[in-house]
């Protein structure tokens, strides 16, 4: 017998933090509204806790990967795979991956990213210091 999924199912993996145009938006929103009801959403709160944190974490990361190899972040070149807040689409709007390059390039290090969905970063009022920046070419051996 075949498996099936729930109706409604959908797989989230984890990343470096949350994106996208309504998601952070939305459950925010919830949260709003149950405590017009006098609910808590305590859960929720700490997700977006957890998920505003990823970036730096990602970075603090990043920065044991080059000691351990007794490399700087500062100084150094950092390929991010992928811009777009989720996998197979050009959607970029308010992307982690934004965040990475901020974070990355105030300590020294040359942030550069590889997208073939958004092969060009569009000037837009959030993210104006990466317009015009270009996805590296990247060729699959």
Request: hydrophobic residues 35%.
């Given at each position: 017998?075949?498996?099936?999924?729930?109706?409604?199912?959908?797989?989230?993996?984890?990343?470096?933090?949350?994106?996208?145009?309504?998601?952070?938006?939305?459950?925010?929103?919830?949260?709003?509204?149950?405590?017009?009801?006098?609910?808590?959403?305590?859960?929720?709160?700490?997700?977006?806790?957890?998920?505003?944190?990823?970036?730096?974490?990602?970075?603090?990361?990043?920065?044991?990967?080059?000691?351990?190899?007794?490399?700087?972040?500062?100084?150094?070149?950092?390929?991010?795979?992928?811009?777009?807040?989720?996998?197979?689409?050009?959607?970029?709007?308010?992307?982690?991956?934004?965040v990475l390059m901020n974070l990355l390039g105030e300590r020294g290090a040359?942030?550069?990213?590889?997208?073939?969905?958004?092969?060009?970063?569009?000037?837009?009022?959030?993210?104006?210091?990466?317009?015009?920046?270009?996805?590296?070419?990247?060729?699959?051996?």
């Amino acid at each position: 017998m075949a498996k099936t999924k729930p109706f409604g199912f959908m797989p989230f993996y984890p990343g470096p933090g949350l994106g996208g145009h309504c998601i952070p938006i939305d459950l925010f929103y919830l949260t709003w509204k149950a405590r017009e009801y006098g609910k808590h959403t305590r859960f929720i709160e700490l997700a977006g806790e957890i998920n505003t944190a990823m970036p730096e974490y990602v970075v603090n990361r990043v920065i044991v990967a080059l000691n351990s190899q007794r490399k700087a972040l500062n100084g150094s070149r950092i390929l991010i795979l992928g811009l777009a807040y989720k996998p197979n689409v050009d959607d970029d709007r308010e992307s982690p991956s934004y965040v990475l390059m901020n974070l990355l390039g105030e300590r020294g290090a040359e942030a550069d990213y590889y997208d073939p969905y958004v092969p060009l970063i569009k000037p837009t009022r959030e993210n104006s210091q990466f317009a015009g920046k270009k996805s590296i070419e990247w060729t699959k051996r």
